[in-house]
């Protein structure tokens, strides 16, 4: 069984950095894409950013030129560096995983406040 073990969140300023940390376990399989979504309240989940395994990345517009996603040593590991935080990127953070079969797994969660 794949789990993903995310870390990171906390509470910040307007202006601050975070960093979260993503480490996936089990028979992944090997990985299509691994990265972090999230959730604001009242809203849908969104890509954040997202990392294929030959180390392509994709941002959301909202977040390019803040946020840089990046590998550790390990192929099953992925950061998220969050830079001039602003007060709506307060969300829950999901650390996503596909594999190569296609089958997607999700962490539970890092919640990020952004105070104002």
């Known amino acids: 069984q794949v789990q993903l073990v995310e870390s990171g969140g906390g509470l910040v300023q307007a202006g601050g950095s975070l960093r979260l940390s993503c480490t996936g376990s089990?028979?992944?399989?090997?990985?299509?894409?691994m990265g972090w979504y999230r959730q604001a309240p009242g809203k849908q989940r969104e890509l954040v950013a997202t990392?294929?395994?030959?180390?392509?990345?994709d941002y959301a517009d909202s977040v390019k030129g803040r946020f840089t996603i990046s590998r550790g040593n390990a192929k099953n590991t992925r950061y998220l560096q969050m830079d001039s935080l602003k007060p709506e990127d307060t969300a829950v953070y999901y650390c996503?995983?596909?594999?190569?079969?296609?089958?997607?797994?999700w962490g539970k969660g890092t919640l990020v406040t952004v105070s104002s």
């Open positions: 990392m294929t395994g030959d180390d392509s990345s």
């Open positions: 089990g028979l992944i399989f090997g990985i299509n894409s």
């Open positions: 996503h995983l596909r594999n190569s079969y296609g089958v997607t797994y």
